[in-house]
């Protein structure tokens, strides 16, 4: 019941910024935590970072100083902020939210947005 919906993705050279976006629709109600992961051809898929409704963030150790995430809970929105981008950061980005556990803690996923960082 819950759509995903992400953009900003983009080819960018090491060094520069790029700026995600993630805006939940549908049955949107209940969403509890939000976050991004990422996943490069041929490798498992792993966590970014992610975002309580409170607004509490938590970090993969590779993004830490880099990358920052938000949220507009009034629009259901998480946004990574992505700045010193070097290329190993180069993957597919997936937004994803869980509703609370009350609600069953169904998690749902994006389609996804490509970031490629060049040389």
């Known amino acids: 019941q819950v759509q995903l919906v992400e953009s900003g993705g983009g080819l960018v050279q090491a060094g520069g910024s790029l700026r995600l976006s993630c805006a939940a629709s549908?049955?949107?109600?209940?969403?509890?935590?939000m976050g991004w992961y990422r996943q490069a051809p041929g490798k498992q898929r792993e966590l970014v970072a992610t975002?309580?409704?409170?607004?509490?963030?938590n970090y993969a150790d590779s993004v830490k100083g880099r990358f920052t995430i938000s949220r507009d809970n009034a629009k259901n929105t998480v946004f990574l902020q992505m700045n010193s981008l070097k290329s190993e950061d180069t993957a597919v980005y997936y937004c994803n939210a869980r509703r609370a556990p009350a609600w069953g803690g169904m998690e749902y996923w994006g389609k996804g947005t490509l970031v490629t960082v060049s040389l």
């Open positions: 549908g049955s949107s109600f209940s969403i509890n935590a």
């Open positions: 975002i309580t409704t409170g607004g509490s963030p």
